[in-house]
C-alpha cells in the first residue's frame, strides 16, 4: 500500500469523504494528483446522449472524446440496436465517465428526453434541418444543455427531432452533406467545452457529485476495492 496523499479541499465533512482518504492511501500519490486536478475540469452542464447507434466503433469514439473533455456523463438510448463498448476505440476511457442506458421497454427514446428534462437539460437536436442553428450561434447560458446524436444513415428520430428545445448543427461547406458522427461529436463539444470555460457560467461539478465520482475512480483502480471498502466500513 502507499503512502496516502489527500488534498486539503478533500478533507470535508461528507458521508464519502472518510472513505474516498482511506482509498486514495492504496493509489501513487500521482495517481492521486492526477484525480484531484481532472475531477476540477469534470462538468454536467453538457451531457451527451447517443439514440440508437449501430456502428459501436463510432459510439466508442465518442466517449472517449467525451472523457478527454471533461464531459462526465453520456446517456445511450438503445431501441434496435444494442450498445457494447469497443476496447479498442474507449482505451479505458469508459472506466472513468458515467454511463446511463436506457433499455428497459422497445422504444425508450421518451424515457430519456423525460428523464433529462426532468433534470433540468434542454434537449438539442444535432440535425441538418433548415431550423438548425449553426455552432457559432448557439447560446450555452440559458440553461444545461443534453446534444442527441443520432446515426449516421438516419440521423436522429423524429421524436427526438419534434421535442427538441433546439436544434444544432456545423456548417458544411463541401459536397458531403454530413459528418461522421464521431467527428461530429467531437467538433461541436470541443468548441462548446472552450466557450464554457471561458465563460461565467457555474459549470464545474458539486463537492457532492466530486465525491461520488472520486470514490468511484479509486473503486475502479484498485484491485478487490469491494473487500477494502468492507473492512474500512467493519472497522467504523
Not at 482505451?91 to 433529462?116: Q, V
Not at 436544434?167 to 467531437?186: E, M, R
Request: glycine residues 2%.
Amino acid at each position: 500500500m502507499c503512502s496516502s496523499f489527500f488534498y486539503p479541499d478533500f478533507t470535508m465533512t461528507h458521508p464519502d469523504s472518510s472513505l474516498i482518504k482511506y482509498l486514495s492511501g492504496f493509489i501513487t500519490s500521482r495517481r492521486w494528483q492526477t484525480m484531484e486536478k481532472i475531477i476540477r475540469n469534470r462538468t454536467r452542464y453538457i451531457t451527451v446522449v447517443l439514440e440508437d447507434i449501430f456502428q459501436p466503433h463510432n459510439a466508442s469514439a465518442v466517449l472517449r472524446t467525451c472523457e478527454c473533455l471533461g464531459i462526465q456523463d453520456v446517456h445511450v438510448i438503445e431501441n434496435k440496436n444494442k450498445y457494447n463498448v469497443n476496447p479498442d476505440v474507449v482505451l479505458g476511457s469508459d472506466k472513468w465517465i458515467t454511463l446511463k442506458k436506457y433499455d428497459a421497454d422497445e422504444w425508450n427514446t421518451p424515457a430519456a428526453i423525460n428523464h433529462l428534462r426532468k433534470a433540468g437539460y434542454r434537449i438539442i437536436a444535432t440535425s441538418l434541418s433548415v431550423k438548425a442553428k449553426p455552432l457559432n450561434e448557439f447560446e450555452l447560458d440559458e440553461n444545461r444543455i443534453a446534444l442527441f446524436f443520432g446515426t449516421e444513415l438516419t440521423g436522429l428520430t423524429s421524436t427526438v427531432l419534434e421535442q427538441a428545445d433546439h436544434h444544432l448543427k456545423i456548417p458544411i461547406y463541401g459536397f458531403t452533406d454530413s459528418y461522421n458522427i464521431s467527428v461530429s461529436a467531437a467538433i461541436i463539444l470541443y468548441d462548446l467545452v472552450d466557450r464554457l470555460h471561458k465563460s461565467e457560467i457555474p459549470w464545474q461539478l458539486t463537492r457532492a457529485e466530486k465525491n461520488k465520482i472520486l470514490l468511484q475512480w479509486l473503486k475502479n483502480s484498485i484491485k478487490r476495492s469491494d473487500l477494502i471498502i468492507k473492512e474500512f466500513l467493519k472497522a467504523q
